[in-house]
């Protein structure tokens, strides 16, 4: 079991930016992935984001397309969630997720991990 760490959630306002961090331990596997999902109050939880860890390889949501990113820190065991251009909607708990691999991770299928989730508030 991969055990999940979050942190940099908060407040602020439409159109600014936070950055969300996830430390990984007791990760197996090259085919390791890692990413963000997010649930909003009344809404089912939604992927946003995932990265490969051998190659790198990202995948976003259609709804944070261009407005996020998402990397790694192979040293640190660390996936990382830019988010820029807020808005109102994107207001959630976000959650880091791990998984054997990245088609897992998106689908939700395989041996997926989860933090404990951080609040984003985006005021508008």
């Known amino acids: 079991q991969v055990q999940l760490v979050e942190s940099g959630g908060g407040l602020v306002h439409a159109g600014g930016s936070l950055k969300l961090s996830c430390t990984a331990s007791?990760?197996?596997?090259?085919?390791?992935?890692m990413g963000w999902f997010r649930q909003a109050p009344g809404k089912e939880r939604e992927f946003v984001a995932g990265i490969a860890w051998n190659d790198g390889y990202a995948y976003y949501g259609d709804s944070v397309m261009g407005r996020f990113t998402i990397s790694k820190d192979n040293a640190k065991d660390t996936v990382y969630l830019q988010m820029n251009r807020l808005k109102s909607e994107d207001t959630a708990v976000y959650y880091c997720?791990?998984?054997?691999?990245?088609?897992?991770?998106?689908?939700?299928?395989?041996?997926?991990?989860w933090g404990q989730g951080v609040q984003v508030t985006v005021s508008s």
């Open positions: 997720n791990a998984n054997i691999g990245l088609a897992a991770l998106r689908s939700e299928t395989g041996r997926p991990s």
């Open positions: 007791g990760r197996t596997g090259r085919s390791f992935a």
